[in-house]
């Protein structure tokens, strides 16, 4: 996301040497989802940007109009977010879910209404491993350790094996390898954990 530039290149490179022609209308739609479910991780600007470029590169018969949340009662989403919040956090030791909106009741409003009801859980598209798969490696990107860790639990929680866990790991620390990138005070992503 920190080099949207990249994306009509490396999307080109999927089609034509990756994704079978009969997937790439699926394949498609799951990577514009899963840029759109990090916008949560990375926020609206970033995600916008990848987005736009993503379809400059994109063929118009792979385009897809369709708004899918809209048709969604915001009640059922918000019930969903709560779930998949539930299934995340309740099951890691010490964590006290009351602290984010003890710190901001709005923020904590925004992200376990709308993020994770409209956005993280939305269960069209993408599989709760996929979202998995996407917010991981966002937050790797972003270096947010103690954010990573949970949500490399929640994806295992959420019918990821540990094994996938550390395929994603492994790919984001290639690219942040290959790019230079290296996290604050020199430190390395840390390791999945075990359950």
């Known amino acids: 996301m ?12 999927l089609l034509k040497e990756h994704i079978p022609q009969e ?3 699926q394949e498609t739609r799951k990577i514009r989802e899963g840029l759109t479910r990090v916008c949560g991780i990375w926020g609206a600007a970033k995600t916008g940007s990848a987005t736009r470029q993503l379809s400059k590169a994109t063929p118009q018969h792979l385009k897809d109009p369709t708004v899918y949340r809209s048709r969604e ?17 309740k099951r890691i030791p010490g964590y006290d879910m009351s602290l984010v909106s003890e710190a901001s009741p709005d923020y904590g409003w925004i992200v376990n209404n ?10 069209e598209i993408l599989d709760a491993v996929e979202t998995g798969q996407c917010v991981v490696a966002a937050l790797f990107s972003t270096d947010c350790q103690e954010q990573v860790r ?24 290639a690219v942040a390898d290959k790019l230079g990138v290296v996290g604050k005070q020199g430190r390395r992503a840390i390791e999945v954990p075990e359950i």
């Open 23 to 25: 997937d790439q209308m």
């Open 114 to 123: 709308l993020f994770y009801g409209h956005v993280f859980s939305f269960p």
């Open 2 to 13: 920190n080099y949207p530039e990249l994306i009509p290149e490396l999307y080109q490179i």
């Open 150 to 173: 949970n949500h490399m639990l929640g994806m295992i929680y959420s019918g990821g094996t540990r094994g996938e866990v550390q395929g994603i790991r492994a790919v984001v620390m």
């Open 73 to 89: 009662p915001q009640e059922v989403a918000f019930k969903r977010g709560q779930e998949m919040l539930d299934r995340i956090y």
